[in-house]
Structures are given as C-alpha cells and as structure tokens.
C-alpha cells in the first residue's frame, strides 16, 4: 500500500510520551497536525460521505487524531468514504468471517492457533455507569485486567512484547492490524473512534488483549489538544474521575488503558495519583509509553522502552526490533510500541512471525506487568 509523502510534524516544546516520544499514538503538535491535515485532506480526498451519520463524532475523532493516521490513506483514491461497516460496528460486533472485504490489494487476513478471546462483555465484570457499562472487580475477586488479558504461558525463554496504537481512526490500517498481525501483538484503541466497541471485538475474535487510550494533558497544553476529555493535570480528583469515567464508558473488553499523550499530566504526582486510584478501583492496568515509568499506582503496571517507528523507515524499523530483542535477551523481558503506519504493520507482522526462530518468546503486553 503506497504512503502518502507527507512531512512529518515534530512537537512543538516537549518531548513526547516515551513510547508516544514519537507519533506512536499522536505525539506530536495536535493542533498543528490538524489545521495541516484538515488542509491536506480536503485537497487529497474531498468531503467526507458519512452516510447520514453524525458528523460531528467523527469530526471528534478526526481532531484527536494520532500524527501521521492521514498517511495510511491511499492517494488519489476518490472520496473518502466512512463505510456503513464502520459505522454499524458501534452497534454489534462485525462477524470475522464476514463483514465487508477487503478493498483490492490489501493484505489478506491470517489464520493463528489459539482462537478467539471470549467475547466482551464478560458477566460479572461491568456495571451500568452515567454514560454506559462501566468495569468493575467481580464478587469472587478476579479484576478486568485478569479477564480481558490474553491468557499466557511462558516457556522459559526471553520474552518480547508490542503493542501497535492509533488504531480505530482508519478502517484499513485497523483492519489489517486485527487481521495480518500475530494475536500475541497487543492493540491499543484511540477512544475518540468511531465502532470503537465494534472494532475492538474485532480484534478479541482475533485473538489480540485490547488496550484503549486515555486522553491526557501534554506540555504545549492548549496548543496540543488531545480533545474535550482530556485529563487534566490542575483538575480535582472528582473532575478526574468523571472524565475518566466517560472513558471507560465508551467499550468493554479492554483490559487496561495506555496514555495518549501526556507528558505534563503523568509527570504530576497528584494528578496520576487520582488516574491510577479510578484505575485500581475498577481493577484495570496501566501500560504507559515511558513517561510514567517511575510512578506505581499499586496496580498491574509496565512501561514500554522503545518506539519501533520513531524513524519512518523499513530499515530503521528492522533496527529497533532487532534492539528489542537485545534489551529481552539482557532483561528477560522487553516492550516495544509502534502506530498503525503501513510500513510498521507490515514490518512487524513479519517480525512476530520469525522472532520466535531466534528463541525468544512472542508475549502480549499483559503479560510483562507488575503490580508496583
């Protein structure tokens, strides 16, 4: 699938979010990247047909967008069309064997031992909240982050883990995540998408943990806009807790949530404190980019140590997996992030297929936490 040659936006006063130190899941200048990518859009695709859907959700999503989602569309392809698929996904899950197919030329979907996760909502897992289904511990104990994890057994040998992002925004980068990519690779959902229930039993069919993305304040604050439900770093606990709320109110099935963004908000004892406290009450994990890896929270914690895709290209890619590896053989463990950009998706899904050959052990992320 061809890029779009697209200049690649730098932040604009901070350095991002470790794993997110990099467009991974939109770290860079939001507000800019928007006025550019508004521009380049309406220039590329034209007006988007939306079906008689609600326009003003998907404008939503498009102003969160992670850096670089405009490059996973195909160049001079016509109108942009948001299909009904989509669309329906945030009613009922889409069926694996079903569905609408794959437009010509993309990757076909794979077939992984395994077998598809349960499917969400778990009973005994969620309650109904202000704003939908909410998470909560079950009678006997057992938290969401336990039920909606892959189910993982080690061998023995080092293990390495990837989580991809961005994901929900773009139905063909999604697809082919969900559908190309080993069911050991971690995905991870901008909450902000449109079908983001949908997509993300999608993904569980598949066999892939889901992980969705909290919208939280970064330096350049307002400048970098992560959206109207941003977490804020001043806000009181209870203005937290409501945001965060809406959050986890938008799908089930997800056993934790990452940072989209953040770099001013998870530096701030205070502020992460009332995060982490709303997410070990409703006994969810935290897996960060980088930037909280210091704070605890007393919940199932882990930081990525590199982004795969920091520099856009195949061989820079090869080089950061390669480095993965090296920081797995010398810890034991190691977790990497990357974004939904086709030359990642197509990278890492030969990775996941051969790492193995060279001893290690292919892990979901879940499977590299702590409590701490």
């Not at 889409?94 to 437009?103: C, I, Q």
């Not at 309650?127 to 909560?136: E, N, Q």
């Not at 082919?176 to 901008?190: C, K």
């Amino acid at each position: 699938m061809a890029n779009i040659a697209l200049p690649r936006l730098k932040p604009l006063a901070f350095k991002p979010l470790a794993v997110l130190r990099k467009p991974a899941f939109a770290v860079t200048a939001a507000g800019a990247l928007f006025v550019a990518a508004a521009a380049a859009l309406a220039a590329l695709v034209g007006p988007l047909d939306l079906g008689g859907q609600d326009r003003g959700s998907l404008q939503a999503a498009l102003h969160a967008a992670p850096a670089g989602w405009l490059q996973a569309l195909r160049p001079a392809a016509g109108p942009l069309t948001v299909t009904p698929d989509v669309m329906r996904l945030s009613e009922r899950p889409l069926a694996v064997a079903g569905g609408v197919s794959w437009e010509a030329g993309a990757p076909p979907a794979r077939t992984y031992a395994g077998g598809p996760l349960p499917a969400a909502p778990i009973g005994g897992f969620f309650a109904p909240g202000p704003a939908g289904p909410l998470p909560i511990i079950a009678q006997d104990g057992r938290t969401p982050a336990e039920a909606y994890a892959r189910p993982f057994h080690p061998n023995g040998r080092p293990k390495v883990a990837l989580m991809v992002g961005g994901l929900g925004l773009n139905a063909r980068a999604t697809r082919q995540a969900i559908e190309t990519l080993r069911p050991e690779i971690t995905l991870s959902f901008v909450v902000y998408a449109e079908g983001l229930q949908g997509w993300i039993d999608m993904a569980r069919a598949h066999g892939h943990e889901v992980l969705i993305e909290a919208p939280l304040e970064p330096m350049d604050y307002p400048e970098n806009d992560p959206g109207a439900w941003t977490l804020m770093t001043d806000a009181q606990p209870p203005e937290t807790v409501k945001k965060l709320e809406w959050i986890l109110s938008r799908a089930s099935g997800y056993f934790g949530l990452t940072n989209y963004l953040g770099s001013r908000f998870l530096a701030d004892g205070r502020a992460y404190e009332a995060f982490a406290s709303g997410l070990r009450g409703r006994g969810l994990a935290f897996i960060d980019d980088g930037a909280a890896a210091s704070q605890g929270g007393r919940l199932p914690r882990a930081s990525a140590e590199r982004v795969i895709d920091d520099k856009l290209s195949a061989a820079a890619i090869d080089q950061q997996l390669l480095a993965l590896e090296a920081g797995a053989l010398q810890h034991g463990q190691a977790l990497g992030a990357g974004f939904a950009y086709p030359v990642t998706l197509e990278k890492v899904a030969r990775w996941a297929d051969e790492v193995e050959q060279r001893g290690y052990q292919l892990a979901p992320a879940s499977a590299l936490m702590a409590k701490r």
